[in-house]
């Protein structure tokens, strides 16, 4: 069964750093490409960054370009998303989503982790 | 940047076929899907590459998609068919993009 988990989501002050990481279960991890996607309380789902399966290739939406940093282990099963400087506006629900082997949509998600952003 | 535009909520009677719509600029040149999300869950793929539905998805699930409009049909609504529905697309300009999401209520 493919199960992804993710942990690290806090309270943080603006400006702020976070690092957010989701540990994988039941596929080939190393084989996927993976994402992170946020969702801001009450509103619709956003692309935040992926990475390809060896780290060559990374992408971000413009708001958190700069700021944002994915990263993966794959000896760990591990996706990774550090933050910083954050803002009021990235706060969010952030799930960790594999993608499929199209790379065009995300076949399973996890149960997501709260970011807030607040002073 | 690509838009995805949905309806905010559409309405149906148990037993009966809901459509929900999302349109964006020459969408059927693309390949559209769909997530289903229920209150304080994750969301789940009902729908891939414009109609294929992936394992474990009840039939009654399906999808088209043509010219600027992409359709999730829902045939023979259910009480637990109720939930948000969002259409997602993949642009080389702006990468994933989803729609603005459209809640479906079975009266």
């Known amino acids: 069964e493919v199960q992804l988990v993710e942990s690290g989501g806090d309270l943080v002050q603006p400006g702020g750093s976070l690092r957010l990481s989701c540990v994988d279960s039941g596929f080939t991890f190393s084989s996927y490409w993976m994402s992170w996607v946020r969702q801001a309380p009450g509103k619709g789902l956003e692309w935040v960054a992926n990475i390809r399966q060896d780290e060559s290739e990374k992408y971000y939406v413009d708001s958190v370009k700069g700021r944002f940093t994915i990263s993966r282990d794959n000896a760990k099963n591990s996706l990774y998303l550090q933050m910083s400087s954050l803002r009021a506006e990235d706060t969010a629900v952030y799930y960790c989503?594999?993608?499929?082997?199209?790379?065009?949509?995300?076949?399973?998600w996890g149960q997501g982790t709260l970011v807030t952003v607040s002073s | 940047s690509y838009e995805l535009t949905q309806p905010p909520s559409v309405s149906v009677s148990p037993g009966q076929t809901a459509s929900i719509t999302c349109s964006g600029d020459n969408l059927g040149d693309k390949k559209a899907c769909w997530y289903q999300q229920k209150p304080g869950q994750s969301p789940v793929l009902v729908i891939y590459?414009?109609?294929k539905r992936p394992s474990g998805i009840p039939e009654r699930f399906s999808g088209s998609n043509s010219g600027n409009t992409a359709t999730l049909t829902i045939s023979g609504t259910q009480a637990m068919d109720e939930a948000d529905y969002y259409c997602q697309a993949w642009d080389i300009s702006t990468f994933y993009v989803f729609g603005t999401g459209t809640k479906v209520t079975v009266l």
């Open positions: 590459q414009n109609s």
């Open positions: 989503a594999r993608q499929d082997g199209s790379v065009s949509y995300f076949d399973f």
